[in-house]
């Protein structure tokens, strides 16, 4: 029994041109670094509870009530990973509610500034949540909230774009073996995030996240 043609040898590859494979690129890395960079995030969330509450430092420091008050946050860690909780949970509904509205944007302009402008301004809030906070020893449990819910809003506009995107490119012949291949994008982001995330934990968690944001900003321009 002959095979069916999308998996002739040339069949497929014909089909496409260099562009095609810039853009299945460029959407795959582009998702997979949205990806890496909510990793980072579950990866550190010891040391970042660490941060927060006094038990980091009360063994070695004695430091004064003032500082105390305004540089930590908790009690115990156990209140901090309640609190990391919340966040998750502020993320995911955020970011379920943006899916819905960044399709919609999506359809009414340009799919490649709406990616654009999600990936800079997701790596943008994430870089102040875990780096700029740290550097200027600033910690508000509000501006984390506001900071995870804008971020939840900003990656949503990942999805609906590379997927669109893939679509306008991409025709119904041999797109199950092409989405097949494209959809590892998550579990490689996944990947590399957590292997990121763990070669530079020791230096500290905000090094962690603003560098795995260096990365996706550098990838956007790159692209464009």
């Known amino acids: 029994m002959a095979w069916p043609n999308v ?19 460029l959407t795959f890395f582009s998702y997979s670094l949205l990806h890496a960079s909510r990793k980072t995030f579950s990866n550190v969330k010891v040391s970042i ?12 420091v004695e430091l004064p009530v003032e500082i105390w008050s305004s540089n930590h946050l908790f009690p ?4 901090a990973t309640l609190f990391l909780g919340t966040l998750d949970t502020i993320f995911l509904f955020s970011y ?4 819905f509205i960044s399709g919609i944007v999506g359809d009414r302009l340009n799919l ?5 402008f999600g990936m800079c301004s997701s790596a943008f809030v994430v870089f102040v949540f875990g780096t700029l906070t740290e550097w200027l020893r ?62 530079v934990l020791q230096y500290g968690y905000e090094v962690s ?12 321009h790159t692209g464009h």
């Not at 509870?49 to 070695?60: G, I």
């Not at 115990?76 to 209140?79: D, F, H, I, L």
């Open 7 to 25: 998996f002739q040898r040339g069949s497929l590859l014909s089909r496409f041109s260099h562009h095609h494979v810039v853009v299945f690129l």
């Open 209 to 220: 996240q603003g560098l795995r944001q260096k990365k996706t900003l550098k990838k956007t």
């Open 96 to 99: 379920a509610v943006g899916l």
């Open 112 to 116: 490649r500034w709406v990616l654009s």
């Open 76 to 79: 115990s860690a156990e209140k």
């Open 138 to 199: 600033f910690y508000n449990k509000w501006l984390y909230c506001c900071l995870w819910i804008v971020n939840g809003l900003l990656q949503s506009t990942g999805w609906p774009c590379v997927v669109a995107i893939m679509g306008n490119w991409f025709g119904k012949a041999g797109r199950g073996v092409v989405f097949g291949l494209w959809s590892a994008c998550a579990s490689v982001g996944n990947i590399l995030g957590a292997c990121l995330a763990s070669s």
């Open 49 to 60: 509870s660490e941060q927060w509450t006094p038990s980091a430092f009360n063994t070695s």
